[in-house]
């Protein structure tokens, strides 16, 4: 039985123990409690456990230790400083209103992202003051990443009685998200509302999470930003990956007892091609089945979503070694035909580089929003879909191409004025958005009208945020109808080939 807030408001009794955390800012701040204990040692490569109990108070005071990463790497480009790091990083954050709610709040529970590679809830873009102002309590998760959170050898199968275990970074996620059922009613949240979001990498974890039996009746709704449909990858392709891991790291003929003592530090400086994919193993427990079959099936959960992407996704694409212009040169060469069908679908794109750029970012990242609303529809659920292209006055001249990859996290979270110099342009667009995401966590389940905001966002079409260069919001009942449906259909081929 959890009990209700202590006097002061910042003393919370959880299933584990008495927290105490800071009253800052207009908002009750908890930070770096454990939701699982540290998988260390014999629980490296398994399914978290729950936490350990503790006497007394517990202060939360300081963001927990993110999984081992590149610090250079998610400062350039993970969105700002990830603190410490160590195997020891089960750890959340939750903002509330700094009055206790007289009635439940919703609940939004964010998955950064970072490739699974890089990232952690508490970089400064995901500070939560902005949508506790807006009525609902924010939990961000640390999550096991790279190697530690996704990971094969067939040293290792069979340990789960339940069958093969590879994704254990979904699986810190599904804890967090059973952690939050049974404790986030002593923060003044309703557990029965909880909207689940991410980006990027959190984007296709929220995707992998709406295909895993494992996640069922854990989250109520769920916002896909900046998803990708590069396919997961194939347990017997991630089995053999393994081995070409521990081989590199001295271990060609590895036992658990041996990958166990390798120190926790040692996979994420590894280089391709041993460095890890920016997605998940399929064909274990948690995700029986590729993330995308799943949807291209409408066979995922039976939640409302929000779905989106940016105008320059492609701005993503050199950090996975990707050329766009050489793209369009090897289509020159081998496949004359549809580089000309190509051509009549961007006829503004005259140039191999720009041409090269929007196509890879529509296949790679916007015809997810079309996969994902005709999934939507198969299972009767509504989704409404976004298109981001508003780039702030002061970064103009350095994004010629429109709203990077990530570029519009800082506006959902309403923290934009902390990262940038902004104008009042800029902080309202940030300020609609944020509204926006606000009220779809708190429409009641069932319901599917159209949120508010200065345009009516309907659960059909495509909401169009900014035109590059000028504030607006633009409903588009027609979005890239040629295209996108042309890339779905090439990778529903792909899907039934496989």
């Not at 995707?207 to 998803?227: E, W, Y």
């Not at 449909?229 to 891991?245: C, F, K, S, Y």
């Not at 549809?338 to 191999?352: C, E, N, V």
Request: glycine share 10%; with cysteine.
């Amino acid at each position: 039985m959890i009990l209700a807030h202590s006097v002061d408001n910042c003393q919370v009794m959880t299933t584990n123990g008495l927290l105490e955390g800071k009253c800052e800012a207009g908002a009750r701040v908890w930070r770096g409690v454990p939701y699982a204990r540290p998988p260390v040692g014999e629980l490296r490569w398994r399914a978290p456990q729950p936490p350990s109990g503790w006497q007394g108070i517990k202060q939360a005071y300081i963001y927990g230790p993110a999984s081992w990463q590149s610090e250079e790497y998610c400062r350039e480009l993970g969105g700002g400083d990830p603190g410490s790091f160590s195997e020891d990083c089960l750890y959340l954050n939750i903002w509330a209103p700094a009055t206790p709610p007289a009635h439940p709040l919703p609940v939004m529970v964010w998955l950064h992202g970072g490739g699974f590679t890089i990232g952690a809830g508490g970089l400064p873009p995901y500070e939560g003051h902005g949508l506790t102002r807006r009525g609902v309590i924010l939990v961000t998760v640390n999550y096991r990443l790279g190697h530690l959170g996704f990971f094969a050898h067939p040293a290792l199968d069979g340990e789960d009685p339940r069958g093969p275990l590879h994704n254990f970074g979904l699986l810190d996620q599904i804890a967090a998200l059973n952690w939050v059922r049974e404790n986030i009613a002593a923060f003044g949240g309703d557990a029965q509302q909880v909207t689940l979001f991410g980006e990027s990498a959190g984007a296709r974890s929220v995707m992998s999470l709406m295909a895993s039996p494992l996640a069922s009746g854990l989250f109520h709704r769920a916002i896909i930003q900046s998803g990708y449909t590069l396919p997961d990858t194939p347990r017997p392709e991630a089995l053999h990956n393994g081995e070409q891991v521990a081989a590199v790291l001295g271990l060609k003929h590895a036992t658990t007892e041996q990958l166990r003592e390798l120190p926790g530090d040692a996979f994420w400086p590894l280089a391709a091609p041993y460095s890890p994919a920016p997605v998940p193993i399929s064909g274990d427990i948690v995700l029986p089945q590729p993330a995308l079959d799943c949807f291209m099936d409408g066979r995922q959960h039976p939640v409302p979503v929000i779905v989106g992407s940016n105008s320059d996704e492609a701005s993503v694409l050199s950090v996975f070694g990707v050329d766009a212009a050489q793209q369009i040169r090897q289509m020159r060469k081998t496949h004359r035909g549809g580089l000309a069908l190509i051509r009549t679908l961007y006829p503004h794109a005259l140039q191999d580089d720009v041409l090269g750029r929007e196509v890879c970012r529509d296949m790679a990242f916007t015809t997810l929003g079309l996969i994902i609303s005709d999934a939507q529809k198969r299972a009767g659920q509504a989704c409404w879909r976004y298109w981001f292209d508003y780039v702030s006055e002061g970064e103009r001249d350095s994004l010629p191409f429109g709203a990077s990859h990530g570029n519009e996290v800082a506006y959902v979270f309403d923290t934009l004025a902390t990262m940038i110099t902004t104008t009042g342009a800029d902080q309202r667009v940030a300020a609609i958005l944020a509204d926006y995401w606000a009220a779809f966590a708190s429409q009641k389940n069932g319901e599917a009208h159209a949120l508010a905001g200065p345009v009516a966002w309907p659960a059909q079409g495509v909401l169009q945020i900014g035109q590059r260069r000028q504030f607006g919001f633009r409903h588009r009942r027609w979005f890239m109808p040629l295209r996108l449906r042309l890339f779905k259909r090439v990778m529903k081929h792909h899907v039934n080939l496989d």
